[in-house]
């Protein structure tokens, strides 16, 4: 059984990654019913929790079939860091988890996402005063360093254990890599390996399909996967590993009706808990990837970035339904 403090999570967890402009709730209530073990919030800037800002607040949401959830927090201040984490913990969540590996420039090169790893001692120090104020579990989500020349994970994790997080997750790539190349896991193995680091390690990058999973679960011995990227559009993702673990057997791809239908959930929680307006447009960035490879799908996707009413989307996502219901994947 793998706990972060007293919260169980089963023998092997799956994670859905922390994904701006993806993770909010519409979406993470899908991956939920597929599976997924623990959620978070897409990372929430910590200045504009502690300016009460309507677009950070709102990300505070949470609902109680969504549990457990952590809720994530970035920003290069310690006093700041200290009192987002506090307003997150009265939004009650499982637990607290600061983002020190976000790579985006507009965030790193302030020294707050993975910019925190060119500064270990202050990551370890605001670490350590976010565990102070919390009452609840404080994690960490991370890379193996800015570059290929300063890679110090296996440092870096016992350092952050000792200041007392309960949980850590490392993305297998550098600052430098983005997202680009492949993620190294050797070095998550490393951290795993070491006898004197006992919190649970989850590993994070590539995992696109059950049998990667599988394969780096064996090989690299890590406590959880956090999925990410792989989950845009295609939420089934965790269930199709979970079942591959159990049997050794694939599961067919969801069907034309089954992704239709799924699509649907999510336009009407986005329009649910967005409003209309906002609802309506922030899903256009999904048709493609639910629909993603589909042969003549491409007039209904332009039709559906066009279509101005919640009625009139469903009214095409139906016609999808209709008329490519006889597509063989």
Request: glycine share 8%.
């Amino acid at each position: 059984m793998v706990k972060i403090g007293d919260i169980e999570l089963g023998a092997f967890p799956l994670l859905l990654a922390p994904m701006e402009d993806v993770s909010d709730p519409p979406f993470r209530a899908l991956c939920k019913q597929q599976g997924a073990d623990m959620m978070y919030t897409e990372f929430i800037a910590a200045e504009g929790l502690i300016r009460d800002a309507a677009k950070s607040v709102h990300k505070l949401d949470i609902f109680d079939y969504e549990r457990p959830m952590g809720i994530q927090i970035f920003g290069d201040k310690i006093d700041v860091m200290c009192d987002a984490a506090a307003i997150a913990e009265e939004a009650g969540p499982e637990l607290v988890d600061i983002n020190f590996g976000c790579p985006v420039k507009k965030v790193a090169c302030k020294g707050a996402g993975s910019g925190a790893l060119l500064d270990i001692p202050k990551m370890v120090k605001m670490t350590e005063e976010i565990v102070k104020r919390c009452t609840l579990p404080v994690t960490v989500k991370t890379r193996l360093g800015w570059d290929h020349d300063s890679i110090h994970i296996v440092d870096i994790a016992r350092r952050l254990q000792d200041v007392g997080i309960k949980a850590l997750t490392i993305h297998g790539r550098t600052r430098q890599q983005m997202y680009k190349g492949e993620a190294d896991w050797s070095w998550i193995a490393k951290v795993k390996e070491q006898q004197d680091i006992h919190i649970p390690i989850f590993g994070n990058g590539d995992i696109d399909s059950p049998e990667k999973a599988l394969e780096y679960k064996n090989r690299y011995g890590v406590d959880g996967i956090m999925i990410g990227r792989a989950a845009i559009g295609y939420p089934w993702i965790f269930k199709e590993v979970k079942h591959f673990f159990a049997t050794g057997e694939k599961l067919g791809p969801p069907t034309i009706r089954e992704r239709v239908e799924v699509c649907k959930k999510h336009l009407a929680f986005s329009v649910e808990w967005k409003g209309p307006k906002e609802g309506i447009f922030e899903m256009r960035m999904h048709y493609t990837n639910y629909f993603r490879g589909i042969q003549n799908f491409k007039p209904y996707r332009q039709r559906l970035v066009e279509a101005g009413s919640y009625e009139d989307t469903f009214a095409i996502l139906d016609e999808v339904a209709e008329q490519l219901s006889e597509y063989v994947f």
